[in-house]
T-cell receptor, first 110, second 113 residues
């Protein structure tokens, strides 16, 4: 049973650049949420996608955007990267019974 | 907005002892409270959850209690083992198991052999 898969696992970007992170949800899961986890902190909710629409959004600027595809996979896009965007980005999928998290993408902005 | 406070931030116990981690939440509409275990460099894994219509839930050595009046919930691990060492996060959601989760800052649990 494939769990939540994220790509890439690690990424280094320069300030001002744009990045796209990808997530394939667990089989049968139709809801995808994205979280940002800074070092030593709990994950912070970015947004949630369901039926290809952004259903909920956390307190993140418009530089953070996303998309969900008909096969439920999802992308997280971050524009105009800042040093403070360096973090582990976690994708989580769910279907009625709570979230399953992926292993994350470690983004380093230099 | 919702705020979740978690304590202690670090906890060290001897193998075989019990460990208790406590969380408080601010949003009285919260109705779902999961606990996640995150080992170093790995993804958070759901270990137990509780809904607002239940006061206690157990799964082998792990239990969670919820006090809605006081707006706090706790994780209890009995007969701790070295493999229980990890960072534990509590979370709260007002949208059930598919709502957005508000996490605490985590508790680093160390179980000494």
């Amino acid at each position: 049973d494939a769990g939540v898969t994220q790509s890439p696992t690690h990424l280094i970007k320069t300030r001002g650049q744009q990045v796209t992170l990808r997530c394939s949800p667990k089989s049968g899961h139709d809801t995808v949420s994205w979280y940002q986890q800074a070092l030593g902190q709990g994950p912070q909710f970015i947004f949630q996608y369901y039926e290809e629409e952004e259903r909920q959004r956390g307190n993140f600027p418009d530089r953070f955007s996303g998309h969900q595809f008909p096969n439920y996979s999802s992308e997280l896009n971050v524009n105009a990267l800042l040093l403070g965007d360096s973090a582990l980005y976690l994708c989580a999928s769910s279907f009625a019974k709570g979230y399953t998290f992926g292993s994350g993408t470690r983004l380093t902005v230099v | 907005g919702e705020n979740v406070e978690q304590h202690p931030s670090t906890l060290s116990v001897q193998e075989g002892d019990s460990a208790v981690i406590k969380c408080t939440y601010s949003d009285s509409a919260s109705n779902y409270f999961p606990w996640y275990k995150q080992e170093l460099g790995k993804r958070p894994q759901l270990i137990i959850d509780i809904r607002s219509n239940v006061g206690e839930k157990k799964d082998q050595r792990i239990a969670v209690t919820l006090n809605k009046t006081a707006k706090h919930f706790s994780l209890h691990i009995t007969e701790t083992q070295p493999e229980d060492s990890a960072v534990y996060f509590c979370a709260a959601s007002r949208g059930g198991s598919q709502g957005n989760l508000i996490f605490g800052k985590g508790t680093k649990l160390s179980v000494k052999p």
